[in-house]
């Protein structure tokens, strides 16, 4: 399943923290998550990443090692491909 992971930073230098500990520890995902890619909003105050994993526990896993500097939001998600094939079908 994919999830489109919204991290809110926050202001007052939160990505600079959470650049740093990436710089130093990586991802650390857990085996089953994968990262596919990621986005960063204009004012470096959010960060947008497309994850996948077919256990929503290790997702949850993962982000608790960075919930004293993130704030997380999950949305399951599709492709515009597969949706468009689910309206075609009917």
């Given at each position: 399943?994919?999830?489109?992971?919204?991290?809110?930073?926050?202001s007052g230098g939160g990505?600079?923290?959470v650049y740093e500990r990436h710089r130093t520890t990586r991802r650390q995902l857990?085996?089953?998550?994968?990262?596919?890619?990621?986005?960063?909003?204009?004012?470096?105050?959010?960060?947008?990443?497309l994850m996948e994993c077919d256990d929503a526990e290790k997702l949850q896993a993962w982000a608790a090692q960075w919930t004293d500097l993130v704030a997380f939001e999950f949305v399951p998600v599709?492709?515009?491909t597969a949706a468009?094939?689910?309206f075609n079908a009917t």
């Amino acid at each position: 399943m994919l999830f489109m992971v919204i991290e809110h930073f926050g202001s007052g230098g939160g990505a600079t923290e959470v650049y740093e500990r990436h710089r130093t520890t990586r991802r650390q995902l857990p085996e089953g998550l994968t990262y596919i890619d990621s986005w960063v909003s204009a004012d470096l105050e959010h960060c947008f990443q497309l994850m996948e994993c077919d256990d929503a526990e290790k997702l949850q896993a993962w982000a608790a090692q960075w919930t004293d500097l993130v704030a997380f939001e999950f949305v399951p998600v599709t492709s515009s491909t597969a949706a468009r094939e689910l309206f075609n079908a009917t």
